[in-house]
């Protein structure tokens, strides 16, 4: 009884302040400087959504078969050790990797994708070899004693159970990558990063939130659609959000 | 049906090579249970293997149906055996449905003959299909996903089947069922079986033949009643435990034990007829009384037809219970001690009396099998004894 109060209590105050805070943005006018910015929050935003599916789907397209060559029995002996450089791999900062990238491919676009692909090839890289892999044996056991080969056993069974680690790892993976393409302005390649930045520069707050808020916006809204997709697209017996 | 020929597995480990099964012969007949049994690690499970090639051989050769298995490609072999493993194995993600024709499917059925056979299958493990097609494995109690295991090895009605402990992993009230149920069907369809299990009662009870392993060696291939009656080694004995006599119990029905030479009295007879019935017979205590339809309706003891003038039907006691011919010796003897008595009356099917069974021809039948230590047991060619 006292939590149910407190929550509801809670709800009260949050709505208190939400009103607040807008009366206050009407009166000091920071919608209308916000709605300034407008125009280039959507040009910008059309460019960090194609950044993030450039090289989301690069990296989807090279980390999901990297994890499955990786779990193969025949690979056994190196995944581990294949994995641990990539672990590696991803202790470096993505600003220090798209630095690197610039200093061989220039700036602008190409650097950029190419950055953030690297960046976010190891959380999907690294699922997919862990869902393969956790796939019980008992399993794998009944699907080679019905007579599947290698591909049937893989296609039919092994990727279906795994796919909802993968998409979990996909998820993480693009979240975070809308959460980093903002450094991508840093070697010309545009996005929301330009206000942001900008807007620290010019120590103009307004300015540096039109360019925050929709990016964590952004991010939310693509973390929703991977997950919409993977609630639809994992097999209803292995989907614990459908069970 | 399935032949084994010096089948052999040698597995490389870093502590040198061990030897999971050693020359391996032995020949299941066409239309029978075969169990292997022995302890854990004696190669049982591995030589089952070997059939399908989860564990590929190291020597020797597998022949089904006569035909030497070595050239034919893997995938095909697997699909012409029905194979079910104790972790069932069901897959996850797919409906029961899928699971089923997970065979038909491969072998490239049409979806209506695949559909179809569904349907059959889910009748013949006697679970309803409208409720159960559409649903998930993890929707399923133990039990029911191991029938649904049983169903997906016998779609596509592979002439062989290989179980590794099949029911191993069921509670032991639902296991009995299953097994009952397994029986059933096994009497129609007539598939031949190989049935790995460590469980004597389980071996005895399913099994035409059980073959004992140890490690790596195959000791000792006989059907059950055999097996119990005439172990080869001590090894063999101790495995089947102290009681193994009593197992025995559960392999002989009435209806080879019984006696139909049996004195009776009607209820309209005097009880001196009874008297003298009991006299004839030889009867110690009581003499059965049998109704009109023959079944019986009470006993007259000797004390009373002794001491009493008058007719049956008005002095009997409460009739004894009664074997059925099909019933196992096991609980005869079970009725027998809770009754306090060393014979019953047998019945047929209608209830009819049709004979007696006595302690005493229970004892003599089990003993005359012990002192024929049977030549015939079965062919173990070229079987290496081992040592106890």
Redesign the interface.
Known sequence: MPIRSLKSAGRWVLAILLFAAGVWAQRSGVIEDFLYYLPDVRYLAVQHLFLTAVSGSLAIAIAVPLGIVLSRPSMARFAESLMQVLNVGTTIPTLAVLALSMSFLGIGTVPAVFGLTVATLLPITRNTYVGLKGVSPALMEAAAGLGMSPAQRLFRVELPNALYVIFAGIRTALAINVGTVPLAFLIGAGGLGELIFTGIDLYDTVMMLAGAIPTALLAVIVDALVATIAFLVVPRGVNPSRA | MIRLDNLTKVFDTPKGAVVAADHINMEVPRGEICILLGPSGCGKTTTLKMI?R?IRATSGKVFLDGEDTTGMN???????IG?V?Q?????????IEENIT??PR?LGWDRTAYKKRARELMDMIAMDAEAFLKR???ELSGGQQQRIGVA??LAADPPVM?MDEPFGAIDPINRAVIQDEFLKMQAELKKTIMFVSHDIDEAIKMGDRIAIFREGKLVQYSAPDDLLSAPRNGFVESFLGEDRALKRLNLVKVREVFSDEMGSVKPDDTLETALSRIDDFGYQNAILMVNDRGEPAGMITRSVARTTRGYCRDHYQTAPPVAQLDDDLRKVASLMFANDTTWLPCVDARGRVCGHITQRAMTHHLGSRYRSRPEDSAPLRSQPETKE
Request: proline share 7%; aromatic share 10%; hydrophobic share 40%.
């Open positions: 399908n989860i893997t995938q095909d072999l697997r699909r012409s194979y493993i972790q069932i194995g069901l897959f996850p993600n797919m409906t997970v065979v491969l998930y494995p993890s997906r090895a290989l």
